[in-house]
Nanobody, 124 residues
Framework: QAQLVESGGGRVQAGGSLRLSCTGSGRSFSSDAMGWFRQAPGKEREFVTGVGPSGASTYYADSVKGRFAISRDVGKNTVYLQMNSLKPEDTAVYYC?????????????????WGQGTQVTVSS
């Protein structure tokens, strides 16, 4: 059974950094585009960033551009999200997701596999 498991969430002060990991099991995700989404209380799930299968192509939401960086290690079946200069508005549950193919999309409905989420809390 294919699974994605996120880790690395926690509480940090504004301006701090966190690194999230998302490790797949049960199948290889090396041919899939991977994305990170987040959902704050009372808000819809939103796209944060995505990476293509090779790792060469990436896409960021404007709200995180220049502060977050996505990368992947195909050999470890793992995707990372380095988050720097965190702001209180970054507080949310962060989810990783996978979709077949090379195209990075921002629509959550186009992703097939989802992790359980990891909480990120940024205090001011």
């Amino acid at each position: 059974q294919a699974q994605l498991v996120e880790s690395g969430g926690g509480r940090v002060q504004a301006g701090g950094s966190l690194r999230l990991s998302c490790t797949g099991s049960g199948r290889s995700f090396s041919s899939d585009a991977m994305g990170w989404f987040r959902q704050a209380p009372g808000k819809e799930r939103e796209f944060v960033t995505g990476v293509g299968p090779s790792g060469a192509s990436t896409y960021y939401a404007d709200s995180v551009k220049g502060r977050f960086a996505i990368s992947r290690d195909v050999g470890k079946n793992t995707v990372y999200l380095q988050m720097n200069s965190l702001k209180p508005e970054d507080t949310a549950v962060y989810y990783c997701a996978a979709r077949s193919g090379v195209v990075i999309t921002t629509a959550a409905g186009t992703y097939v596999f989802w992790g359980q989420g990891t909480q990120v809390t940024v205090s001011s």
